[in-house]
């Protein structure tokens, strides 16, 4: 779906000034001349009122009352010691009055209104000789000024709070000439999806590199917020691209506006704006991001006004009206939706010192903790209303894989203090993967979904990402079971790496099925899609943290010249919509997150372990590094007024 043109700034509406009509262009001209009759309507009523003070106020020099404003011209007569302030300044008696010297004063009055009058009558019709795009023009300066005005005072700055521990977030240079060579090409692929998105894209959410123009989907809602700026920014920061880097600033600090009528996604907002904007901060110490940041957590609060407090799918960032997902069973929320905002959640009370996003995310946590649970999985799907579950449909994959990415991350990003979250994730994962993990006949390690007491054997593409949680949750494990879970990552993603090997392309499909003779490979034409996905990639950044096996960096170069060679066009990156032809179609978009994650785990797959160090940083589930927090016991925030 893609959404109206983006009204310059000047050309946006005034919430003050909404006299119900719509936003859109064509309405445009009918509110601006309602607004030059109102003007010419005030001018005409101040003008009456001119004539009305200097014709018709009744003549008496002994009782007169002088009210319009002219007190400096008369010599107040008080009587204090009566404690009468009100009349006695304004009422003029003629006892003890020189009869000469008030005649002079009414003159000088006289004279006053006059020339205010027709200073007054001279300016009305200026205005009338001026066209009728000079009056527009001046309405809008006008309009702009109050924009300027209620944007600083929204941009208050924060309390200052003691930065986390920031190291690694620059350089990584490889000393292998050959390594350096390939960091090198990621990051001048980096540069052409970004260059183009520029020219063809810019301020839309996304671009669509083969028409070349603006591209955006119902996640966003109808507005255009620029998301591949902010999902982008990170990744430019950290590949050294700084005048990039300030381009993107300079648009989120103009133009990054969150007070539209837009539906948006509740999660997709979180994962990719306030996850950016926060990871962007924290790199580069720049205010406006975390300002920014903390002012559209507030516009998604009004999601949490729910029966349980598991907030709606998506949200209006005007009115606060949330609704779930036609699409989802009986009304749900989602799991990989509502379980995917605990990060970024404490962040933003770390810094601010309001606890309100902590006690959100904390409330979530503890209502599920109380629930049944079907084989002690979590299905996908939870009423909001009556907080019963919905189908009993468990995935790793989409609806429920950040879910438990999150768990793990709670407590990492906790210096490992939020035992409550590890608990969790590890009851979690003993039930995956006793319901839900198994090897195919030809001996690939896969993740199936469970559908109400059956196990579909598919896995899809998103799932792949699981390798590379195991691998980083394998520390710190039930039973000192590290080295399991290493080589269940491993599994992972050797079985993910088959299903790009057994294409033509060399690029994943969408989903591929372990059935009826069929290993790694997708066989519905509706799920042979590559859309720049990230997660297999990500699993061999793990994989290579973890192990140092060079496969993992041999993996992720096959897959670079696979996304040159066949997503590559003119105007940037295209997904393709078949993987086993080998002249596909494009679907002619390029995704905010091949710049916010694909690419980024590229450029560090070939980066020294010093950048962004896996012990100061966790990545939220769109890859925005965000610091680990020295909570110590009880502190939550590090602002001291919250402690
Ligand atoms: C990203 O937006 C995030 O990784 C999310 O968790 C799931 N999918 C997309 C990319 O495939």
Redesign the pocket.
């Known amino acids: 779906m893609t959404t109206p043109a983006l009204l310059p700034l000047s050309g946006r509406r005034l919430p003050a000034l909404n006299l119900g009509t719509s936003s859109f262009p064509h309405h445009r001209a009918t509110l601006r001349l309602s607004e030059k009759f109102i003007l010419l309507l005030i001018l005409s009523a101040f003008i009456t009122l001119c004539f009305g003070a200097f014709f018709f106020l009744p003549d008496s020099s002994k009782h007169k009352r002088f009210d319009l404003g002219l007190e400096d011209v008369l010599i107040p007569h008080v009587d204090t010691s009566k404690g009468d302030k009100s009349l006695g300044s304004f009422l003029i008696h003629g006892q003890g009055h020189d009869e000469h010297r008030h005649r002079e004063e009414e003159e000088r009055l006289r004279n006053k209104i006059r020339a205010d009058h027709e200073k007054a009558l001279e300016e009305a019709k200026e205005k009338l000789k001026k066209s009728r795009d000079e009056i527009q023009a001046e309405i809008q300066t006008e309009k702009n000024k109050v924009v300027q005005e209620l944007k600083k005072k929204d941009s208050k700055p924060l309390p200052p709070v003691p930065l986390p521990n920031l190291i690694g977030i620059n350089s990584g240079e490889p000393a292998d000439p050959e390594i350096r060579e390939k960091r090198n090409k990621i990051k001048e692929m980096m540069k052409h999806a970004w260059d183009n998105y520029r020219q063809y894209g810019w301020g839309h959410n996304e671009l669509k590199p083969i028409a070349r123009k603006g591209h955006s989907t119902n996640i966003f809602g109808n507005s255009q917020m620029g998301a591949t700026i902010v999902d982008a920014l990170d990744t430019l920061y950290i590949m050294g691209l700084h005048d990039e880097f300030r381009e993107g600033q300079e648009w989120i600090d103009k133009n990054l506006d969150f007070s539209v009528n837009s539906e948006v996604s509740v999660f997709?907002v979180n994962?990719?704006f306030i996850g950016g904007l926060l990871a962007a901060y924290y790199l580069s110490g720049q205010e406006v991001f975390k300002i920014k940041a903390v002012q559209l957590a507030g516009k998604l609060l009004p999601a949490f006004n729910t029966p349980t407090g598991i907030p709606w799918a998506m949200v209006n960032l005007k009115s606060g009206v949330g609704r779930n997902w036609g699409w989802a069973s009986a009304g749900s929320s989602i799991l990989?939706e509502f379980g995917?905002l605990h990060m970024e959640f404490v962040h933003l009370s770390y810094l601010t010192g309001d606890p309100v996003y902590y006690n959100k995310v904390m409330h979530i946590r503890k209502l599920l903790q109380k629930m049944d649970r079907p084989n002690g999985l979590y299905p996908n799907y939870l009423n909001p209303r009556t907080g019963r579950w919905g189908q009993h449909h468990t995935s790793v994959g989409?609806l429920g894989?950040?879910f438990y990415?999150y768990l793990l991350k709670a407590w990492l990003m906790s210096e490992k203090t939020d035992m409550e979250a590890r608990k969790m994730y590890d009851d979690a994962i003993e039930a995956i993967e006793k319901h839900l993990i198994r090897k195919s006949n030809g001996g690939l390690t896969f993740i199936g979904e469970w559908k109400n007491g059956h196990l579909e054997r598919k896995m899809g593409?998103?799932t792949c990402?699981a390798g590379g949680m195991f691998a980083l949750g394998a520390d710190g494990s039930r039973d000192d079971k590290a080295g399991h879970y290493l080589q269940l990552g491993a599994e992972i993603a050797h079985t993910c790496h088959e299903s790009y090997d057994r294409t033509t392309l060399k690029l994943g499909p969408e989903a591929f099925k372990f059935d009826g003779g069929v290993e790694a490979v997708a066989i519905r034409q509706n799920e042979k899609y590559y859309?720049l996905?990230?997660?297999v990639i990500?699993t061999y950044w793990y994989m290579w943290r973890f192990t140092h096996d060079p496969k993992y960096r041999q993996w992720g170069w096959e897959a670079t010249q696979a996304i040159d060679k066949y997503c590559r066009v003119s105007g940037g990156f295209s997904g393709v919509k078949d993987v086993y032809s080998s002249s596909p179609a494009y679907d002619d978009v390029q995704?905010?997150?091949f710049l916010?994650?694909t690419l980024k785990y590229l450029y560090l797959l070939f980066s020294n372990d010093d950048l962004l160090p896996l012990d100061n940083w966790v990545f939220n589930?769109?890859?925005h590094p965000l610091p680990v927090l020295h909570l110590a016991n009880t502190t939550l925030s590090g602002n001291p007024a919250y402690r």
Do not use: K, N, V
């Open positions: 997709e994962i990719r990989a995917t989409g894989d950040s990415e593409h998103l990402f859309i996905r990230p997660e990500e995704q905010s997150f916010a994650e589930t769109e890859a």
